[in-house]
């Protein structure tokens, strides 16, 4: 699987969109972009994924740069519940592919009031 | 739908003895994962299934672990002898090709002492 590199840290208003960036040069044609996020004391949980093309889900969107080295998560407006340790992954899609997932150590994002 | 369900949620036990972790993946779920997480080494992967059969278990760390899928609706991880240095969160997760993520449990907070 593709490294991803992530900032240690991030903060943002309750309200405002929240921006996490994430860097995957190394990613290869068949691999997907995948975001999980894990709310202290909890299992992760998926947000969205992607190949090329940008996403948006119920969550909130996903947009990747056309070279796919480097992709944004964008959580539209942040609520203090979205405070969490925000996962980008890099890896193959298919079969248990989904479930076979490289965390590194992720964004924390804290959300103020 | 239940979720992936882990019992027990919290485990304490004596260096030596012998622990048993539980999971019972979402119905249908034709994948399980088993996740150990620490501060030191974050989430990682220690074997998965597909369809009751062991695919991977390079990431399990010692021959004192072992996990096993008797059925499709249940999968167990036993650590013997238990040592303090096993304590972690171990997570177990649940996939289906057709749903293109991964979904975990609660885990169980292990304390070896």
């Known amino acids: 699987d593709a490294k991803t590199t992530q900032p240690t840290s991030m903060d943002c208003a309750e309200g405002r969109a929240a921006n996490l960036p994430c860097n995957h040069s190394t990613i290869s044609g068949n691999e997907y972009v995948y975001w999980y996020r894990q709310i202290h004391s909890q299992g992760p949980q998926y947000i969205i994924h992607?190949?090329?093309n940008n996403e948006t889900n119920e969550m909130a969107s996903l947009i990747i740069t056309e070279d796919r080295k480097s992709s944004t998560l964008i959580l539209p407006h942040a609520t203090l519940r979205d405070t969490a340790v925000y996962y980008c992954?890099?890896?193959?899609?298919?079969?248990?592919?989904?479930?076979?997932?490289?965390f590194g150590q992720g964004t924390i994002l804290t959300v103020h009031p | 739908d239940a979720g992936v369900i882990q019992s027990p949620r919290h485990e304490v036990t004596e260096m030596g003895q012998e622990v048993t972790l539980r999971c019972k993946p979402i119905s249908g779920h034709n994948s399980l994962f088993w996740y150990r997480q620490t501060m030191m080494r974050g989430l990682e992967l220690l074997i998965y299934f597909n369809n009751n059969v062991p695919i991977d278990d390079s990431g399990m760390p010692e021959d004192r672990f072992s996990a096993k899928m008797p059925n499709a609706s249940f999968s167990t991880l036993k650590i013997q002898p238990s040592e303090p240095r096993d304590s972690a969160v171990y997570f177990c997760?649940?996939?289906?090709?057709?749903?293109?993520?991964?979904?975990f449990g609660q885990g169980t907070r292990l304390t070896v002492v």
């Open positions: 992954i890099a890896g193959p899609g298919g079969g248990t592919s989904y479930g076979k997932l490289t």
């Open positions: 992607g190949l090329k």
């Open positions: 997760a649940s996939s289906l090709p057709s749903r293109s993520r991964a979904f």
